[in-house]
């Protein structure tokens, strides 16, 4: 068993794994593009089916250029508290999989699949580093086509705000007291041998 503040596991698996959770108080601080650059590098490294890394990342950090532009594709709600994190990230996978002149070969199976696991090892990442990141799909997702210009072939996962911890007192009320880890389903809920369970 382990315990990381207010959760505990019923299996021992490492604390990094309960350390990390989605928070929506950030504290206003810029993440410089070299800690997003060391994030993309850990979700470089993720899984993918016949190595053909579907995923990508169109970024803004807070204060730059883009950062209201990006900030405008959020929907309301997720805009009223993800204006204080410290980068905003779109995720994107290609549909297909594609002939190394990159014209398309076929359409993939597994491109969701394998850009939640480069998300999952950017979480991951984002932890080890003392940063915290919030995924969302509350995301206009025809304005972030547009807007960033994604190509047809791409489907828009979901946006990612990334930033360091910031007081719960911040957020708008309603979201305050909502503001701690949450805890997970038993394995026993979703983890089944032999096949899926009668109902």
Do not use: C
């Amino acid at each position: 068993m382990t315990d990381a503040g207010s959760r505990t596991t019923h299996h021992e698996i490492d604390d990094i794994f309960t350390r990390r959770w989605s928070p929506r108080a950030f504290d206003g601080s810029a993440v410089a593009e070299s800690e997003l650059l060391r994030l993309f590098e850990a979700a470089r490294w993720a899984p993918s089916a016949f190595n053909a890394q579907p995923w990508r990342f169109l970024y803004a950090v807070r204060d730059g250029a883009d950062w209201t532009r990006f900030l405008d594709l959020l929907i309301p709600f997720n805009r009223s508290w993800a204006e204080s994190a410290g980068a905003l990230i779109i995720i994107l996978s290609d549909t297909q999989m594609r002939n190394p002149d990159g014209t398309p070969k076929s359409t993939s199976h597994s491109h969701s699949f394998d850009a939640g696991a480069a998300w999952g090892m950017l979480a991951m990442q984002a932890t080890l580093s003392g940063l915290y990141t919030h995924g969302m799909t509350g995301v206009d997702f025809d304005k972030v086509r547009t807007e960033l210009s994604v190509p047809e072939d791409f489907r828009i996962e979901a946006a990612i705000a990334v930033g360091r911890i910031g007081d719960a007192s911040t957020l708008p009320e309603g979201l305050r007291e909502r503001e701690q880890p949450s805890d997970r389903k038993p394995v026993a809920d979703f983890a089944f041998a032999g096949g899926f369970p009668a109902a």
